[in-house]
């Protein structure tokens, strides 16, 4: 504890942060493969039935498509940045330091002191661009993982959005033809019946 104390001093708080990124995806990936296994347990389960099995995979899909995959993206767009923009300060840090010292008339002791910091923290630089590849990596495979939860979301759905939406625009097409074609078949049962009554009325 007392070394990741001074790893989270010396590095401005950049070790502790890109811990906690790294550890929401690692936690974002464990649930998603716990709802993978749940999913096939659900499929397996011959005590459930098709409607409870669709309430499922549609539940376990809103949570995906709501919460965890932004989130994912979320730490995935924050860790790189965060890596990238925390070393880029320290690197700054260490290399002003040392210019600074080796433009002066330092002493040995003096000289050797600063350039132990300055490397130490451009030692930390390089550790905190690396760690924040890490949730960047994670990402992509949170999402080829979910895969499946997209789709059991979508059959239960009856399908992706655009076939759904295809599906509706047709069975309304499919309703305004028979609503037409009906309506032609009483226009002409009318317009029969219009000349059956001119036709009595002349023979009067």
């Known amino acids: ?8 001093v010396d590095t401005y708080g950049g070790a502790p942060v890109l811990l906690f990124i790294t550890l929401v995806q690692i936690a974002l990936l464990a649930w998603v493969t716990v709802e993978g296994f749940r999913g096939r347990r659900d499929r397996e389960d011959s005590s459930l039935s098709p409607d409870e099995r669709r309430l499922r995979a549609a539940r376990r899909a809103e949570l995906w498509q709501k919460h965890v ?21 320290l690197g700054a840090l260490g290399m002003g330091a040392l210019g600074d010292v080796m433009g002066t008339s ?13 490397y130490r923290e ?16 994670l990402g992509p495979v949170i999402v080829l993982a979910a895969r499946r939860i997209d789709h059991e979301g979508a059959d239960a759905r009856g399908g992706e959005p655009d076939d759904v939406l295809l ?23 009318t317009h029969a019946l219009l000349e059956q009554a001119l036709q009595r009325r002349c023979a009067a």
Not at 174 to 189: G, N, T
């Open 1 to 8: 504890m007392l070394r990741f104390w001074r790893y989270s």
């Open 106 to 118: 330092a002493g040995a002791d003096m000289l050797a002191a600063t350039m132990a910091h300055a």
């Open 167 to 189: 599906h509706t625009l047709k069975s309304l097409l499919a309703v305004a033809e028979a609503q037409a074609a009906r309506s032609q078949i009483d226009a002409a049962r």
């Open 122 to 137: 451009i030692s930390y630089a390089y550790f905190l661009m690396v760690g924040g590849t890490f949730p960047m990596l």
């Open 69 to 89: 995959r932004p989130l994912a993206l979320t730490m995935m767009l924050l860790g790189p940045g965060l890596g990238l923009g925390m070393s880029t300060l």
